[in-house]
T-cell receptor
């Protein structure tokens, strides 16, 4: 399974968009990009996933580059409750049992 | 909504004790997982189960065993707890195949003295 690279920490002002980057240069054709987040002292929470098209849901948008070697998670209007560690993971759709977790990006949303 | 519950949020045990961590999910998911999470190391997979009575070792199974007698319940067992097993333990579940995600419980913070 491919691995990912994320910046260890980022800051964002409340109400502004938070753009969290992720590099996954060794991703293979059948691997999805997943984003989770973990608020302090809680279990990780699924945010969004995609294969090659951009995706949007009520929580966030996911932009995947055409070569699929990187992606960006966008929180359009960050709030204080979005302060969390955000994990970018790549995994095989047919084998969701083996997701390789990195250390993620610690996002601080400031008032 | 999928709900994954874990038996305890916080647990304190002594070295050498046998420890049971219980996890229950209510979505009829085939797959269940146990992870531990430590600062600087991220989430590491201990064991997973893809069916009742079926299990596979993850990346760090040493010192642990698991039990899955019913589809909704997956137990992690520390046969003889040691201080290096002090950690946050996270349970998750997911459907059998497809791009569906893993759903996590709130975690159990275990302290072994």
């Amino acid at each position: 399974d491919a691995k990912t690279t994320q910046p260890p920490s980022m800051d964002c002002a409340e109400g502004r968009a938070a753009n969290l980057p992720c590099n996954h240069s060794t991703i293979s054709g059948n691997e999805y990009v997943y984003w989770y987040r973990q608020i302090h002292s809680q279990g990780p929470q699924y945010i969004i996933h995609g294969l090659k098209n951009n995706e949007t849901n009520e929580m966030a948008s996911l932009i995947i580059t055409e070569d699929r070697k990187s992606s960006t998670l966008i929180l359009p209007h960050a709030t204080l409750r979005d302060t969390a560690v955000y994990y970018c993971i790549v995994g095989n759709a047919g084998n969701n049992r083996k997701l390789i977790w990195g250390l993620g990006t610690s996002l601080a949303v400031n008032p | 909504d999928v709900k994954v519950t874990q038996s305890s949020r916080y647990l304190v045990k002594r070295t050498g004790e046998k420890v049971f961590l219980e996890c229950v999910q209510d979505m009829d998911h085939e797959n269940m997982f146990w992870y531990r999470q430590d600062p600087g190391l991220g989430l590491r997979l201990i064991y997973f189960s893809y069916d009742v009575k079926m299990k596979e070792k993850g990346d760090i199974p040493e010192g642990y065993s698991v039990s899955r007698e019913k589809k909704e319940r997956f137990s992690l067992i520390l046969e003889s707890a040691s201080t290096n097993q002090t950690s946050m333990y996270l349970c998750a579940s997911s459907p059998w195949v497809g791009k569906e995600t893993q759903y996590f419980g709130p975690g159990t913070r275990l302290l072994v003295l």
